[in-house]
């Protein structure tokens, strides 16, 4: 088991599968982009598959792939297949921007894919291109029906809201997605951007989420029990009728770091046992050298013990971890 100092088990892995991105979200990356990893320092479909394959000896059921966009990575379908074939087989899920996914999501469902979450922070094409830096709003929203017409359920859509640019779409996001049959989560704004621009008096907190869409919709908490979901759950009814669930992911304002079960492998082969560690353990070099799968093992027992309690955001001596979530993966 992967059990760290404070009694929690580490049974889902994030898997980024590349630090490069077909967007610039403006709170995750500056619009030139980021100097991207070099190749030779990703691991390969082989060594992921085999960091993968030893975690699920240790208990690791649940499997997210993401990044940067996952979808970028070429053989990520054939990746999926392998990872599908594990025993016991984990849970196989990915974060996307959904670029791509009109096209992948058919084949990543028959490769064993079984979920997926999509980000999506706007319905309005000109505020997508200002969040986004990119005219891509349609290929999200194709990539969605995709994931959906491909049975990759539930289809989650994340989004963050900034204050004055579409904090005013919370309630209408949560209408269409509940309308089309997607789950909608609101995640709040982490200090996670390259940019180090994040300023908390900027961040739309899970309150504020809240009241804006208790401004225009009813809410009843969800009692179903939340476990380790990052999300707080409520069911919405419009006018008496029940539209479907919304989740709320306060990770600053109302962290859920003791119920956390997850550890993060990089792109580069590094195990980090929170977003927000400024540590990581390395496995691509021993991984490289031709160390065994007990070596393998050890090295991720160690990193899970490392895990502190608390992100500690709101601690006097917080500092940003050196790497933005795109390179860790979100
Ligand atoms: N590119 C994929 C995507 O956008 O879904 C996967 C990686 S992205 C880093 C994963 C999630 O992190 C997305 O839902 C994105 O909105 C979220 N994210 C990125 N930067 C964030 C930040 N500073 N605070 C909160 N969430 C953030
Ligand atoms: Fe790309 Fe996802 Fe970051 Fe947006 S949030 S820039 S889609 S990695």
Avoid at 4 to 33: H, I, K, Q
Avoid at 162 to 190: C, H, K
Wanted: aromatic letters at 4%; proline letters at 6%.
């Amino acid at each position: 088991m992967l059990s760290d100092r404070y009694g929690r088990v580490a049974t889902s892995l994030r898997v980024s599968l590349t630090d490069r991105c077909n967007l610039r979200c403006t709170y995750c990356m500056p619009a030139e982009g980021l100097d991207w990893l070099a190749k030779p320092h990703l691991l390969t479909d082989d060594e992921v598959v085999r960091v993968v394959t030893v975690a699920v000896g240790l208990g690791v059921r649940d499997v997210r792939l993401t990044g940067g966009e996952p979808l970028l990575r070429r053989g990520i379908v054939g990746l999926v297949e392998r990872l599908s074939t594990l025993t016991p087989r984990p849970a196989l899920s990915l974060t996307s921007n959904g670029i791509g996914l009109e096209r992948l999501a058919g084949p990543l469902a028959a490769a064993g894919l079984d979920r997926v979450n999509v980000s999506l922070d706007t319905l309005d094409p000109a505020r997508f291109r200002a969040i986004t830096h990119r005219d891509r709003l349609d290929d999200v929203l194709s990539g969605l029906a995709s994931a959906a017409a491909a049975g990759l359920a539930p289809v989650k859509v994340n989004a963050v809201l900034l204050r004055g640019v579409n904090d005013d779409e919370a309630a209408s996001l949560t209408r269409w997605a509940l309308g089309a049959g997607y789950e909608p989560r609101f995640i709040e704004q982490m200090p996670l951007d390259a940019q180090h621009a994040w300023d908390r008096a900027q961040m739309v907190t899970a309150e504020e989420i809240l009241g804006l869409l208790r401004a225009e919709l009813d809410l009843e908490p969800d009692p179903a029990h939340r476990g380790s979901a990052p999300a707080e759950r409520w069911q919405v009814y419009e006018n008496g009728r029940l539209l479907g669930p919304v989740g709320v992911v306060g990770s600053v304002t109302r962290p859920f770091c003791g119920a956390c079960d997850r550890i993060r492998l990089t792109a580069d082969g590094q195990i980090r046992n929170c977003l927000f560690s400024r540590g990581e353990v390395d496995l691509r070099g021993p991984l490289r050298s031709g160390c065994d799968d007990a070596a393998l093992a050890a090295l991720l027992r160690g990193a899970t013990q490392a895990k502190l309690a608390g992100h500690g955001i709101d601690e006097p001596g917080f500092l940003q971890p050196p790497r933005p979530m795109s390179a860790i993966g979100g």
